[in-house]
Structure formats: C-alpha cells, structure tokens
C-alpha cells in the first residue's frame, strides 16, 4: 500500500489565492520531509527539507516567505504556496525520509498545481 | 557538487525491442547511493532500484537489468523486450549514503516510447 499521501491530488485557483498541500507519512514517522517541485517536462528540483518542530531548509532561489512549510508532526508536512501566480503552476512532489541504514525516501504521488 | 546526467532526451522504441537508459554522475563522495525512478503519465514516482557505490555487481530483475560502471561513473538502465506499458519518463538520482541530511539530487530525465 501507499506510504505517503498527499492532498489534493490536483488544485486549481485564481492568481493571488493561497493554496495548502498536505503530504502525510502513513506507515512511520518522519522526522524528515521533502518537497519537490517538476515543471512539465522537467526534473525534480529540491524546493526544501522539512524538519519537524524545526524551520525548513529552502534550496538557494526558493522563496521561503512564498513557500510556508510547517512539519507540525512526526506525520504531516504542509506546503503552502502564498499569493499563487500562473508561473507557480506545477507538480508538487513530497517525500518521506525514513531513518536508518539505507535512508530510504518514499515519494508522494504528487499534486498538480494550475493557477489560473 | 553533485550531477546526474540522462543525454537521452526521448527514445521511441517498438515493442519487443530491448533499450538502454544511459546514466551518468558526477560526485565528489566516496560514497554514494544511485537510483532509478520510473514516472509514468499518473506523475507518481516508482521506485526501481537503489545501488551502494560499493556494489559494481550487476543486478537483474525480470526484464530489467542494470550496470553499473564505477570506472566511467555510469549506471545504465536495460529494459527486455520492452512492452508499451513501460513508456513513462525514467529518472535517475544519486545520493548520499550518511544519515544526516540527505537529499536526491535527479538527472533530467529520459522519455521512454513503447508503440505497439
């Protein structure tokens, strides 16, 4: 079965409108959250880390004030992406570290994002 | 710095055909992780394979095979005998073995074609 979750699966807004995403872990706690952004036809580029009960790591040219991550538990990681414009418009892409030898990440199946 | 490169952009096979997906990294760890993803069109990222940089034995599984070249920094991906349902975009990822703060860094990725 499914190991992360994320919700919505796909979300569309007007320009200027806030919209959350949620990624939960579903089989262990996660001390460590990803969060990735892939435009159409693109990579994964690394947004940011989400540390529970910690402020988030942004990756150098991610705004953090636009991106609001909040990792208030050891199962939910959010992403909220503050005042969305058409260019915003992308897949959102969580991960799951889970702790131990082979530091395995699961990802989430992802959120597609279209700001109009 | 870390790099992972996929030069192929797009590969259109016909059924039955066998392919390979080049992969090539750039590291300066001693140690390391190397991944492939398979991302078909639902965008949810499929895990295939995780090799440890110590590991250079090549490793089959079904119709997939990969090899791993630590002397060119390469870690191909073959599929056999390809069948449609393997068209989806394959990434491949490096990453790091300790246990802290750990991220993937993903090449561009490569867009698998499988016609009938």
């Known amino acids: 079965g499914a190991v992360v979750s994320q919700h919505p699966s796909w979300v569309i807004c007007k320009s200027g409108t806030s919209v959350k995403i949620e990624c939960r872990s579903l089989d262990f706690q996660a001390t460590t959250m990803f969060w990735y952004r892939q435009f159409p036809k693109q990579s994964l580029m690394l947004m940011a880390t989400s540390n529970e009960g910690s402020k988030a790591t942004y990756e150098q040219g991610v705004e953090k004030d636009k991106f609001l991550i909040n990792h208030a538990s050891l199962t939910l990681s959010t992403l909220t992406v503050t005042s969305a414009h058409p260019e915003d418009s992308s897949f959102y892409i969580c991960s799951v570290k889970r702790q131990g030898a082979h530091n395995e990440q699961f990802f989430g199946p992802g959120t597609r994002l279209t700001v109009l | 710095a870390q790099k992972v490169t996929q030069a192929q952009t797009e590969i259109s096979v016909v059924e039955k055909e066998d392919v390979t997906l080049d992969c090539v990294y750039e590291?300066?760890?001693?140690?390391?992780?190397l991944f492939w993803y398979k991302q078909p069109p639902s965008g949810e990222l499929v895990f295939l394979i995780r090799r440890n940089s110590f590991d250079e034995q090549n490793e089959i599984s079904g119709r997939y095979s990969w090899n791993f070249q630590k002397s060119t920094s390469s870690f191909n991906f073959t599929i056999t005998a390809s069948q449609v349902v393997d068209s989806a975009v394959y990434f491949c990822a490096l990453g790091p073995t300790t246990s802290g703060y750990s991220t993937l860094t993903f090449g561009k990725g490569t867009m698998l074609l499988v016609s009938p």
């Open positions: 590291t300066r760890d001693t140690t390391y992780y």
